[in-house]
Structures are given as C-alpha cells and as structure tokens.
C-alpha cells in the first residue's frame, strides 16, 4: 500500500477553514485517497474520498494535485467538534480494502 | 441506533486469560473488519471477512488471536492466554458496496482492553 505523509499536529481558528495536507508521492493508479477522522475516545469516522477530480460533501472538500501526489482537505467553517485525529488513507477501491493508518495530522481548534 | 455496535466497552483481565469480544455491524453489510489501536497510533488491521468467509489475516494476528463471523452477521474476536501486549483498543467497523463503488467503512465504538 502507497504510504502518506500528514503533518503531526495542526492548529485553526473557530470559523475559519481549517486545511489539511497530505503527500501520497507513490500513490497508484488505482488507488483512492481516503480522508478519517477521529475524535477522542471514539472510533474513526469517514469523511470523503476520491481519485482524481477534487471532491465535495456535507463535511468537508478534497483538493487532488493533477499528479495526485498530494492531496488537500478543506473543513470550511471549522467549529470546536473538528477537533480530531484527521487519518490521510490510500487505498484500492475494489479488492483489498483494508485500510493502513498513520498517526494522522491532531487537529485542534481554538475558539 | 443502527451503528455499528460493539461489547464490552471496557475489559480488564489479569495476564493470562482469555478474553472474547462482540462486534455487531450495521446490517446488511456484508463486509466486517477489526483493527486494533494502541495509545498515540493509528488503528491497525488485523483481519476482515465478507460474510462469514475470513478473507485476510494480518501477521499482527498471532495464533492467540481467533475470530469468527459464524453466520455473517455479528463477529467475535477471542484472544486466549493475554499479554500485556495485547492491552489496546480494538476497533471493529463494517461496510458495504455504495452506489458510487467504494468501501467506506464504519466504526464502532471500540472494546478497550486492559491487561493486568
């Protein structure tokens, strides 16, 4: 599995938008980028992914590089809750679907 | 609540004792996983099965570690003889095939687990 590079620890303002970023320099064809998130004392939490065209939910935005070597997360308007672990995953969409975490990027969000 | 569930919460056992845990997905996926998290790591995978087939073992999976999915619905993970090694969240998350292809998983809330 490709591996991803995170930052370890993030700081943004309440309301602001808060970007994530993630290195992914040997990524796959086939494989996705797969965004987490976990906050404290409960289990991941799936937010967004996607190949190659940049991608948008109720959540967050996902800004892929043309050479999807890296890779971005918006939260737009972040707010006290967002404070999480935030887990950068590739992985193969079909197939083995097994994900491999790192230590992620601690996101803290100061009112 | 139709999340993914699991039981106990907490577990504290002396060394050497066999634990087993439950984990029940969100029905109708078909797909589950466990994973196991220790302090300041992100989880780890240790095996997943497609209804009640295994389908991969991680070598993190030592011969303590058995699991089971015996009519492809809820699932237990058994650890016989722990180790202080073994203390650790272990995750358990399901999934199924979305309309756009993929395998977003769910996660529970985790059995965390403490060997004395």
């Known amino acids: 599995d490709a591996k991803t590079t995170q930052p370890p620890s993030m700081d943004c303002a309440e309301g602001r938008a808060a970007n994530l970023p993630c290195n992914h320099s040997?990524?796959?064809?086939?494989?996705?980028v797969y965004w987490y998130r976990q906050i404290h004392s409960q289990g991941p939490q799936y937010i967004i992914h996607g190949l190659k065209n940049n991608e948008t939910n109720e959540m967050a935005s996902l800004i892929i590089t043309e050479d999807r070597k890296s890779s971005t997360l918006i939260l737009p308007h972040a707010t006290l809750r967002d404070t999480a672990v935030y887990y950068c995953?590739?992985?193969?969409?079909?197939?083995?679907?097994?994900?491999?975490f790192g230590t992620g990027t601690r996101l803290t969000i100061i009112p | 609540d139709t999340g993914v569930s699991q039981d106990p919460r907490h577990k504290i056992t002396k060394r050497g004792q066999n634990v087993t845990f439950r984990c029940d997905p969100i029905s109708e996926h078909n797909r589950l996983y466990w994973y196991r998290q220790t302090l300041g790591q992100g989880p780890e995978f240790l095996t997943y099965f497609q209804n009640e087939a295994q389908l991969e073992k991680s070598r993190l999976l030592s011969d303590r570690f058995s699991a089971e999915r015996p009519k492809g619905s809820f699932s237990t993970l058994e650890i016989q003889r722990t180790e202080q090694g073994d203390s650790a969240m272990y995750l358990c998350?399901?999934?199924?095939?979305?309309?756009?292809?993929?395998?977003?998983?769910?996660f529970g809330p985790g059995t965390r687990l403490t060997v004395t």
């Open positions: 998350a399901s999934s199924f095939l979305s309309s756009l292809g993929s395998y977003e998983q769910y």
């Open positions: 040997t990524i796959s064809g086939n494989e996705y």
């Open positions: 995953i590739v992985s193969p969409n079909f197939g083995n679907e097994k994900l491999t």
